[in-house]
């Protein structure tokens, strides 16, 4: 299983579970057809889903139809159940950038007759990530620039202080229904600009203060 790294160390860390905000940018939200959320939607994806840099995402043969979320991305650091607002930022060890690459034919059959997203969102090599940058060094989680290109073409391009549920608020809702344990991963949404990758596409994403994520995309006949 990929070992996630945290920049300055020397250690790997085991990912635990990977639990992913929907629809926490309103934008997106418009974008979608979806109502803007009152409270966190979550959904999940196995560890088993994690890309590294530089690596390829492949589309399964179940699909004609990948799309790219880019997203920050969480890591986990200290253990806690029913975590108070006060106390959230204290369980992040680390950001980074990540994809969370959706099969968006398969997630609307899906939709459509009111089944899980798990195979749209949970296939392998869904959810690529960077090397994350110790939370100490990022000066504020809420105020980053966060990018996605596809091709060198800017798709997605927003700011963190637009996402609907803040740091504190997800780590207290989240940990309210999952206890948080180190090594979890959250995927906080994505911004609007969601669109295809086609085989061959080279997609990069960047978020400002944590770095940048370069993966390339190839169909898995």
Not at 44 to 68: C, D, M
Not at 79 to 91: C, R, S
Not at 114 to 138: C, H, N, Q
Not at 142 to 161: E, K
Request: aromatic residues 4%; neutral net charge.
């Amino acid at each position: 299983m990929m070992q996630l790294q945290l920049a300055g160390s020397d250690r790997g860390i085991r990912p635990g579970k990977i639990i992913c905000l929907g629809r926490n940018y309103p934008a997106h939200a418009k974008e979608m057809n979806a109502e803007v959320p009152s409270e966190p939607v979550l959904f999940l994806k196995p560890a088993s889903a994690l890309l590294e840099n530089k690596g390829v995402v492949h589309i399964p043969p179940f699909s004609r139809e990948l799309h790219h979320e880019v997203e920050m991305v969480l890591l986990v650091g200290r253990d806690g159940t029913n975590i108070p607002e006060e106390k959230a930022l204290q369980h992040v060890l680390g950001y980074a950038v990540g994809l969370d690459m959706t099969l968006r034919d398969v997630q609307a059959e899906a939709k459509k007759k009111g089944l899980p997203w798990s195979v749209a969102k949970g296939f392998d090599t869904s959810a690529p990530i960077s090397t994350f940058v110790p939370a100490e060094r990022v000066r504020d989680p809420h105020a980053l620039d966060i990018r996605l290109s596809v091709n060198g073409t800017v798709r997605q391009q927003s700011n963190t202080r637009h996402m609907i549920f803040g740091i504190k608020r997800m780590i207290a809702y989240i940990s309210s229904v999952f206890t948080l344990e180190q090594g979890d991963l959250i995927f906080t949404g994505t911004p609007d600009g969601v669109g295809p990758a086609k085989p061959g596409d080279i997609l990069l994403a960047e978020l400002e203060d944590v770095g940048s994520l370069t993966v390339s995309v190839s169909r898995h006949d």
